[in-house]
């Protein structure tokens, strides 16, 4: 028995040899002198073509097999190198296994993505998820092993949790209650899921130097934007007596490293996808690893901002001023028109971070740095971590934060502290720029969103 998979590696080994398969129909098509039916077994991204003749073996079979029924095939493998594709199989036996009903959703024809959501359990059969999900895949793999490759400890955060990182959105209360007297629910006090393992990331960089995690974080927004959902994955590293330009550092290295890992491992799949997604996504790809990242203070990019509006460039926000929090629009016109490349944005007004990022000397920035990326805006966001204990407990009292509730962060000031930093990077959000995918949506295996807990 072969795999698909192996069969494309060995095809010209196995020119003229018998070989026996198990796959799905893909498609089948009678002829007059001769069919051809299309399986995979989902090893290989690639089909495998069946030719097939009356007088075989298992010929009625063949004949009545439907689409994504499953069927075992055996025959001789013939190289055909002038039908675009390398070989093809001539069955000398089919023997359907299961055959499946005539009302299968997915027919050959067009679906749009709004249908496939409702059949999340099926869409991975197409080619389009198949190759977003084989390149999700390839590209978690990547980034564990970026990191296992250069000495971090991989940390598995609590997904339960009872403090908010920073105020990163709305959190998803954990009861068994169901009502607000959290004393006599099961943990004693509120718990929520966790928005960020950030803060205990912090902890852990303290006796191991080099730490990330990667999991599942939550937010509890009703937000039905193509960039939004309740439950997805988070790369978050921190680095001991680390600072904000060895952040950048490691941000483009790990940017350029997984990417360009991914695109060497699904090569079919981003050529399918170039060809019928996003067209130009593979010169996308190419530019964001060869590109030398370019970095632009805040209030640089403020005055830069500012000076387009004078030229007569219209944004939705054109009130241009220090303290915005800028939106994707600025963002964009920052790496797209400005730079022309992806762009580290640094030293934005403390007012607009989070309470944990290191204070600089002017009082009123902090060490922050975002990545923008052509196409989508910010990537990444990241910072230096307050080091000072007396800075941070004001910080937090600016923040309308009780000191108290993050006592065990806090006190790590005391215990030994130089300086930190890390950053997050969202999962799927870099999963959709290197696929060209639109909706975040689509790059989740259940999506998980508001009014919407299918599967």
Known sequence: MKELQEIYQDFAKLEGKEITIIGRVRSNRQGKNVCFMVINDGTSFDDLQVVYKEGINGFED???????????????LLLTPTKGQPFELSAN??????QAVESYPLQKKEHSPEFLREIAHLRARTKTFNAVYKIRSELAFAIHKYFNDRGFVYAQTPIITGNDAEGAGEAFTVTTRGDDKYEKDFFGKQSTLTVS?????EAFAQAFKKVYTFGPTFRAENSNTS????????????VAFSDLQDNIVLI????????NYVFEKCDAEFKFLDANLEAGLIDKIKNLVESKFKTTSYSEAIKLLQNAVKNGHQFEENKIEFGLDLATEHERYICEVINQSPTFVIDYPKDIKAFYMKLNDDHQTVAAVDLLVPGIGELVGGSEREGDYDKLIKRCEEMGIDPSSLDWYLNLRKYGYFKSAGFGLGFERLL????????????????RTPNNLLF
């Open 62 to 76: 063949g004949t009545k097999s439907r689409v994504a029924s499953i069927v075992e095939i055996a025959g001789t």
């Open 93 to 98: 036996k089919i023997e359907l296994l299961d």
């Open 197 to 201: 393992g950030q803060l205990h990331a």
């Open 227 to 238: 960039k939004h959902a309740a439950e997805f994955w988070m790369i978050e590293p921190e």
């Open 252 to 259: 483009e290295s790990l940017i350029k490293y997984t990417v």
């Open 432 to 447: 959709m720029y290197i696929t060209g995918v639109a909706n975040i949506r689509d790059v989740l295996l259940y999506p």
